[in-house]
């Protein structure tokens, strides 16, 4: 982790793998709310999966997910009883995480990014950037991007290479450059309980 200007840079190779507790892929967590929560206690979390093959996903009773294609031909999403195809890089698509949703890959392997609210308390909008652009930090979110292809520059000079993040500290405008090719995902987390 290292910090540039009023920017926190979370990079990609310091993150740890953890592997499914059903052996079909592993996850990194980019960032999450408290720090250092279990599956069981965070407010909101977000990581990177290596999906290596089908299966059911794990249930999160209580939370809300958004899933976006980063790498491969993508899956098909069964979701209560729903078929759901994810195979257009960089889009997301929402579902609730306690939903019986099992997993079918299309063609081999992929990679996703996955962002996990807990419902009552924190809700996320799940943007992403393929062109430069100003991004609005409000006073009562936390904003994290993440660079899911190419690079980018937030800020100043702050480099983000892929899978790198950044939290922006707000409120504010900031402003990411991203590369030719590029993509970067904008997360937008705002609590929704009461003051």
């Known amino acids: 982790m290292t910090t540039s200007g009023r920017i926190q840079i979370l990079r990609a190779d310091e993150r740890p793998a953890t592997a499914w507790l059903n052996g079909g892929g592993v996850t ?7 720090t250092g929560a279990g ?10 999966a290596d999906v290596a093959s089908a299966g059911p996903f794990s249930p999160f009773p209580g939370v809300d997910r958004v899933i976006t294609l980063v790498e491969g ?3 098909t999403l069964t979701v209560d009883g729903a078929g759901h195809l994810v195979d257009v890089p960089f889009r997301p698509f929402a579902f609730p995480g306690d939903a019986a949703t099992d997993c079918r890959l299309l063609a ?3 990679v ?7 419902r ?9 950037l393929t062109a430069p652009a100003a991004v609005d930090v409000p006073p009562e979110a936390t904003v994290l991007l993440v660079c899911l292809a190419g690079g980018a520059v937030v800020g100043d000079d702050a480099v983000l290479d892929r ?3 950044a939290l922006p500290a707000g409120p504010g405008t900031c402003e990411v450059r991203v590369r030719t090719g ?4 904008v997360v937008t987390l705002r609590s929704t309980t009461a003051p």
């Open 73 to 75: 031909p993508g899956m």
């Open 163 to 165: 899978f790198d993040a």
């Open 108 to 110: 081999g392997p992929v």
């Open 39 to 48: 599956l069981d206690a965070f407010d909101w979390r977000v990581s990177l």
């Open 112 to 118: 996703d990014f996955n962002v996990m609210t807990r």
């Open 182 to 185: 590029g993509a970067v995902a």
């Open 28 to 34: 990194r967590e980019v960032a999450g709310f408290p």
């Open 120 to 128: 009552g308390r924190v809700g996320a909008t799940v943007d992403v």
